[in-house]
């Protein structure tokens, strides 16, 4: 790893080394960083983060006899000969060293956030910058404190734009990772209902999603959603001004002509500078459009070609767990189970609209939304008893509102059923299910809908 050697690891961290007097040894890049035991490979750094079930510090003998090059630890010293840097908090020092390594690394970094569609956004950047760079991005939902150190860590010389996904949940969050990430350029999705127990209403949520802002150099750049409401009132930000993408506005990357394929797709025009490219998304949902479109106004800042743009949005597929569409001798499932709230709901109930056949949607408890929980899946209700769905499934304490609401608003009860537990619905499932059913499958991560999925498959 160019440049990460003990001594700068020591210094990036300001710990304190032990058995590392030799000045030859000190300047031993290590191979690979890492928190957890079971990954530890001859040379690397390990760092033993205190979690909530396990303690990395129970493992330290481990990574001494697998080879490791070195431990940051926050607790006692340690009997050992192998060289090791004590700290106050590894947690801090897994931010700093990441920090550090990301300004040796010196390449420009896509920062992406907001309330939904992160990790699709994230998906068709990446595979649009592909088409003529070699990118690093955040794999799976390694975008907080600790997952977004992880992700800079991979690294290497050969990559040339890293593109870092950023989640938070409170005021500060983003300024803790943009200051680590320090992007050369930052994409924003929406500004939604969610982590509002912490940020209390959308006002907050764009306060601090905007944090990254003061992070990024005099040249930088913003992309903006111009059809968020929100994202709309941001006109510049120390001189630099936003780069809208949308569909309802005059924007500097607009879409048009879209056209829905049902569960196969869509197509749209891509328009800006003049140009005029028609393009086709293989993944489900209108909401895609505006990942593509996001996709376009990355992939035009970095010089690339309408066509090395279509090429790049047209190569997406689905992510597992976001609006995945599987395929079974009995069912199509619907496969949108990572997280939710209110707007990613509607959403996914809008893709499920578009299936021919009997629709059903199996809907799950949304955490995270504060004082307002209650009114919130009312409105998922509400929403959905306008979109003539056969079936409507919820699971879970707070989804009985929106059955509830859902009834209350014209849906028969005889369409609607509502169980406690995961477990409730699978002993009863095969009452309800038919054969070629469309079947959405959609809830926060903690409901651990991954169930529901595995058993229709």
């Known amino acids: 790893m160019k440049n990460l050697t003990i001594k700068n690891i020591r210094e990036a961290c300001e710990g304190v080394l032990f ?23 001859k040379g690397c750094l390990f760092i033993a983060i205190k979690g909530a079930r396990v303690d990395g510090h ?21 009997d050992t000969n192998v060289p090791y840097i004590l700290v106050k908090s590894t947690l801090q020092a897994i931010m700093d060293i990441a920090a550090y390594y990301r300004k040796v690394m010196g390449i420009p970094v896509v920062g992406i956030t907001g309330s939904v569609g ?9 595979s649009v910058l592909e088409e003529k760079y070699n990118v690093l991005k955040t794999e799976g939902n390694f975008n907080n404190e600790i997952g977004l150190p992880l992700t800079i860590f991979r690294l290497r010389e050969e990559h040339q734009i890293a593109i870092l996904e950023m989640g938070i949940s409170h005021f500060g969050d983003m ?4 200051s680590i990430a320090t992007p050369d350029m930052c994409v924003i999705t929406n500004i939604g209902v969610c982590h509002l127990e912490n940020l209390v209403n959308r006002d907050g949520v764009l306060k601090a999603k905007t944090e990254v802002f003061d992070f990024l150099p005099p040249d930088g750049k913003i992309i903006l959603n111009g059809d968020d409401d929100k994202l709309i009132t941001v006109k ?29 797709g869509s197509f749209f025009t891509m328009k800006y500078d003049g140009l005029s490219t028609d393009v086709y998304i293989k993944v489900p949902g209108a909401h ?38 599987i395929e079974t001798d009995r069912y199509t499932i619907i496969d949108d189970c990572y997280n939710a709230n209110p707007v990613s ?7 499920l609209t578009y299936a021919k056949g009997r629709k059903v949607a199996i809907l799950g408890d949304m955490f995270e939304l504060g004082d307002n929980e209650i009114e919130l899946h009312e409105s998922v209700g509400e929403y959905i008893a306008g979109k003539n769905i056969n079936l409507i499934i919820c699971i879970g304490r707070l989804s009985r509102y929106i059955c509830d609401k859902a009834i209350e608003d014209g849906v028969s009860s005889d369409n609607v059923i509502h169980y406690d537990k995961i477990e409730d619905f699978i002993n009863t499932a095969s009452d309800y299910l038919k054969k070629g059913d469309n079947i959405l499958v959609k809830a926060s991560h903690g409901m651990n809908f991954t169930k529901i999925v595995e058993y229709l498959k």
């Open 345 to 351: 709901l509607k959403a996914a109930i809008d893709v």
């Open 236 to 264: 510049e930000y120390k001189g630099i001004k936003p780069i809208f993408y949308g569909i309802n506005g005059d924007f500097d990357i607009k879409g048009t002509d879209i056209a829905a394929l049902g569960l196969k």
């Open 58 to 78: 129970d493992f330290i003998e481990n990574v001494i006899n697998e080879g490791g090059a070195m431990c940051a630890i926050s607790e006692k010293r340690l």
């Open 118 to 126: 992160k990790t699709s956004t994230k998906e068709m950047i990446s």
């Open 19 to 41: 058995n590392c007097n030799d000045e030859k040894k000190n300047n031993i890049e290590v191979t690979d960083v890492v928190i957890d035991s079971r990954k530890v490979t």
């Open 288 to 325: 895609m459009v505006h990942n593509a479109l996001a996709a376009a106004a990355v992939g035009r800042e970095f010089g690339m070609t309408p066509d090395e743009i279509k090429h790049g949005i047209e190569k997406v597929r689905a992510v597992n767990g976001r609006i995945n569409v």
């Open 175 to 178: 300024t803790k990772l943009a």
